[in-house]
């Protein structure tokens, strides 16, 4: 799908200037729309944006369910579920790995592939975690959906991202904050999801966007 960035005010119209000359130096597919443009084609109020049809989303947990199904079959690779681990030490003939259900695994090497988890078995730190907030819309007619479902994003730091679903869902995301614990990433969640309801509508106001996720 096609992607619109958009600049949130001047400071953001002189950033997306500056990155469509650089884009255009090195012969990358970008379009400029100014403000009538971006108006027209996107019903957006803003000072410019830089539209590309060489984007793309993809749904990570398929992704990832489908390539280990395929090495699952092709390679007969063996997939442990629900199996974590909790301890590790390192032994002269590699590592041993201890799960939470008292399983001892011993091996040569290990990859760790966890995500932002991967920091508690890593011997410093070398990640900064953020907590973004998301809300998705119930289905809606495609009518109100925009050209080509493009994705959508902003200047702004943090800044909001739409997209949207197979069923004509819509889904609205920032918010960010810098992660402190769960707990108070979660009392954060009913306040963040109706500022990014506020954003959304103000951004499209005749969308009518009713949040059934957050």
């Given at each position: 799908v096609?992607?619109v960035y958009y600049a949130s005010n ?7 200037e ?12 970008v379009?400029f729309?100014?403000?009538k443009d971006?108006?027209?084609?996107y019903?957006?109020?803003?000072p410019?944006?830089?539209?590309n049809?060489?984007?793309?989303q993809?749904?990570?947990y398929?992704?990832a369910?489908?390539?280990?199904d395929?090495?699952?079959k092709k390679d007969k ?7 974590e681990?909790?301890?590790?030490i390192?032994?002269?003939k590699?590592y041993?790995l201890?799960t939470t259900k008292g399983?001892t695994i ?9 995500g932002f988890e991967?920091g508690r078995?890593l011997?410093?730190?070398v990640m900064k975690?953020?907590s973004t907030?998301?809300i ?28 949207t ?5 819509i889904?609205v ?5 810098e992660?402190k ?5 979660d009392d954060?969640?009913?306040e963040k999801?109706v500022?990014l ?12 966007f009713?949040?059934d996720m957050a």
């Amino acid at each position: 799908v096609p992607s619109v960035y958009y600049a949130s005010n001047k400071k953001g119209l002189s950033i997306i200037e500056k990155e469509y000359e650089i884009r255009k130096k090195y012969n990358l597919p970008v379009e400029f729309l100014n403000s009538k443009d971006l108006k027209k084609m996107y019903g957006i109020d803003a000072p410019g944006a830089l539209f590309n049809k060489e984007s793309a989303q993809i749904d990570a947990y398929q992704a990832a369910i489908t390539l280990l199904d395929y090495h699952m079959k092709k390679d007969k690779l063996k997939v442990y579920t629900h199996t974590e681990v909790d301890k590790w030490i390192e032994t002269t003939k590699g590592y041993e790995l201890e799960t939470t259900k008292g399983q001892t695994i011993k091996c040569k090497y290990v990859v760790i592939a966890a995500g932002f988890e991967a920091g508690r078995f890593l011997p410093e730190q070398v990640m900064k975690l953020t907590s973004t907030y998301v809300i998705i819309s119930q289905p809606l007619s495609p009518q109100y959906l925009w050209k080509n479902r493009s994705l959508i994003w902003e200047t702004k730091d943090p800044y909001l991202y739409i997209r949207t679903t197979k069923d004509n869902r819509i889904i609205v995301g920032g918010e960010d904050e810098e992660f402190k614990d769960p707990v108070k990433r979660d009392d954060l969640l009913r306040e963040k999801a109706v500022t990014l309801e506020k954003k959304m509508k103000r951004l499209f106001p005749k969308i009518p966007f009713i949040t059934d996720m957050a």
